[in-house]
């Protein structure tokens, strides 16, 4: 059986490459709203992040989420998005772990 090719991104802030499943992306969609995007199917411009807290300030620190997602994000989002981040980030690790669990 042919081996399926895993697509890779880069973190935004630790400019790690890792497969797409691993990374929680960020969406800027067409009405300009800017929010978590799990399943990774929402349309607009995307940015990915490592599931870690420690990326999510570091990317707010210097400011990478404006470029990637060519926006000027305002504190108050990075305020949201660093609530929203805490608030997913154990549903991320499970869904992680459950498609690590399909792919033996």
């Known amino acids: 059986m042919k081996q399926r090719k895993i697509p890779l991104r880069k973190c935004v802030a630790c400019q790690e490459m890792m497969p797409k499943r691993e990374l929680i992306r960020v969406v800027k969609t067409p ?8 399943k990774g199917k929402k349309s607009g411009r995307g940015a990915y992040l490592c599931g870690k807290v420690s990326c999510f300030k570091l990317a707010k620190k210097s400011k990478a989420l ?16 660093e609530q929203d981040f805490i ?18």
């Open 66 to 81: 404006d470029r990637a997602l060519k926006h000027a994000v305002s504190a108050d989002i990075y305020d949201q998005l």
């Open 87 to 104: 608030r997913v980030e154990d549903e991320f690790t499970s869904l992680k772990e459950e498609n690590s669990d399909d792919e033996e």
């Open 31 to 38: 009405e300009d709203e800017i929010l978590i995007d799990l």
